[in-house]
């Protein structure tokens, strides 16, 4: 069975840092790309930030300057550091992963982690 454990959310004051991580457990053929969504309450979950298995990353205009992504193709994760953290960021921070099933799988699926609360005091 596939999937998705995320750890490192938590409570930080504004400007402060948090690094996010997640890691895919099971067997799986390849992983096309890994990701970070984010939802607020009363928000629509929006992409934070993926990276491809090349390295190729992707960023919300929100958080650019401030948030690397980063993976291990090794352990098959994913990190977020997030840096100048401001109140606005605070949301519950889930971790995406669009993979083949196992090798040979034509079509990948996409998986989700469970979630880890951000919350950032002002």
């Known amino acids: 069975q596939v999937q998705l454990v995320e750890s490192g959310g938590g409570l930080v004051q504004a400007g402060g840092s948090l690094r996010l991580y997640c890691e895919v457990s099971?067997?799986?053929?390849?992983?096309?790309?890994m990701g970070w969504y984010r939802q607020a309450p009363g928000k629509q979950r929006e992409l934070v930030a993926h990276v491809t298995g090349g390295g190729n990353t992707n960023y919300a205009d929100s958080v650019k300057g401030r948030f690397i992504i980063s993976r291990d193709n090794i352990k098959n994760a994913v990190y977020l550091q997030m840096n100048s953290l401001e109140p606005e960021d605070t949301a519950v921070y889930l971790c995406s992963a669009n993979l083949f099933r196992h090798t040979g799988a034509m079509i990948p699926d996409w998986y989700w982690g469970q979630g880890t609360q951000v919350t950032v005091s002002s």
């Open positions: 099971g067997s799986i053929g390849s992983i096309n790309f």
